[in-house]
């Protein structure tokens, strides 16, 4: 047996240490115990570089081995392996040219900035709100909305209130479940807007990452919080409630933003209405002109298909021409023709004169036409501007228009449907 540190064979025993013979080497003065199993030849231990532990010649022979092989040797041996051939193919694909102009590679990277500007702004500016539940009640979607208009995101919620007030409600249990801090002050006049401008005074020492907050109060005594925080270079949104609307002012920039309670969404500014209402015509205009094409494409075929039977079948029974009524024509027509030679209806045979005009026009341009009653009255009324029943009771000939043409020598009725068919005796 040898000291452990200097070899020397001369040592001599030094008492018992945990039931094991402690011995003293008498060259050096190192204290070393007895070794519990007979050691390994001389010739198979080497020594580390601290003295103490011992390696095999094996284990110093592989250590060896490996200190020998080159940086490349190591590096073809490690690309052998699956894994490595694996991640060389993939690097491969990702950076090639049609990989990095590819949808999929854009969309990634489009995540990418999208979860890293999140992160950004996490790290470096919230928002906060202010509330003064006696004054403004605030739904869970009035503050999504509010945390929309935000820049940064809304993580801390601040209600000010007397809670013990019986007209505050349950208003102190849904604010906490939201996860609002609750702060507790005492009855009396503008408790709340006072403790909310001592807190605003040093928000910047409790929240140092804050950039934006959000003063809910329509009380006018909250100006002067909202000026402290402009000037302590915060973003400061002013919310109050008129009617059934939020008004979102940024006291920075003076831009106002709406919010409707009972509809739960924004109200849009004049000129988004206008653009939208201009979108909507488009679209409408759009359509009807599709439809028209449409319209157009079918008639076309049509016509083609019947030239084709036409001329396919001579012997095919002719198709009767579908007659309408002229409307716009012969209305037209009856204007142009009879305003010309107007004269004011003065007395019976001027009425009968100017019926049996306009009846004589249509029986021209539309012979197949029936004209009823009510008709004829329409096309009084387009052409003197009167309605026929006015014009009969001002020349006190009858109670209405019907009555009269009844008791005319000059016309009949001849009753078709619900309607009666105006037909006149003589035309001049």
């Known amino acids: 047996m040898k000291c452990p540190r200097c070899e020397s064979t001369l040592y001599r025993k030094n008492g018992r240490r945990n039931d094991k013979q402690n011995y003293l080497c008498k060259n050096c003065g190192k204290q070393f115990l007895e070794p519990t199993c007979s050691p390994l030849p001389e010739t198979e231990l080497i020594a580390n570089s601290n ?8 284990e110093a022979s592989e250590l060896a081995s490996v200190k020998k092989l ?11 392996s699956f894994s490595s051939v694996l991640a060389e193919k993939l690097l491969q694909t990702i950076l090639s040219p049609d ?10 990277s489009q995540n990418i900035w999208q979860k890293t500007e999140i992160k950004h702004k996490f790290e470096t500016g919230i928002s906060l709100l202010l509330l003064d539940a006696e004054n403004l009640k605030l739904d869970i979607n009035s503050e999504l909305f509010l945390a ?3 820049e940064y995101p809304l993580q801390v919620k601040i209600a000010f209130a007397n809670w013990k007030n019986p007209s505050i409600g349950k208003q102190d249990i849904e604010l906490y479940n939201r996860g609002y801090q609750l702060v507790h002050v005492p009855g009396g006049k503008d408790g709340a807007d006072a403790k909310m401008i001592a807190f605003g005074a040093r928000v910047l020492q409790s929240y140092p990452t804050v950039k ?5 109060s329509g009380d006018g005594i909250l100006i002067h919080l909202c000026n402290e925080l402009q000037n302590q270079g915060l973003i400061v949104y002013w919310v ?4 059934q609307s939020l008004h979102v002012e940024n006291r920075n920039t003076g831009k106002l933003a709406h919010y409707s309670i009972t509809m739960a969404t924004e109200v849009p500014s004049l000129e988004l209405v206008i653009e939208q209402i201009q979108d909507l015509i488009k679209n409408e205009q759009n359509s009807i002109n599709a439809r028209l094409h449409s319209l157009v494409a079918i008639a076309s075929l049509f016509a083609e298909r019947c030239n084709i039977d036409t001329n396919d079948n ?5 198709i009767e ?3 309408s009524l002229p409307e716009q024509l012969s209305t037209k027509a009856i204007k142009e023709e009879v305003q010309q030679n107007f004269t004011p209806i003065s007395n019976k045979e001027t009425l009968n004169k100017f019926l049996l005009k306009i009846i004589q026009d249509f029986q021209m341009n539309s012979p197949k036409t029936k004209l009823s009653v009510s008709k004829l009255g329409t096309e009084i009324q387009k052409i003197t501007g009167e309605s026929p029943n006015s014009i009969v009771k001002k020349l006190k000939l009858a109670s209405n228009f019907t009555k009269y043409l009844q008791s005319s020598s000059a016309f009949t009725l001849k009753q078709s449907g619900k309607e009666y068919e105006v037909i006149p005796l003589f035309l001049e």
């Open 51 to 58: 003295g103490h532990s011992q390696l095999t010649m094996n």
């Open 70 to 80: 080159s940086a490349e040797q190591f590096t073809e041996k490690n690309l052998s």
């Open 99 to 108: 990989w990095l102009e590819s949808t999929a590679f854009n969309q990634l």
């Open 148 to 150: 929309n208009v935000c």
């Open 212 to 216: 934006e907050i959000l003063v809910c």
């Open 240 to 243: 109050r409630r008129k009617g």
């Open 314 to 318: 001579p012997r095919q029974p002719e």
């Open 321 to 323: 021409e579908i007659v």
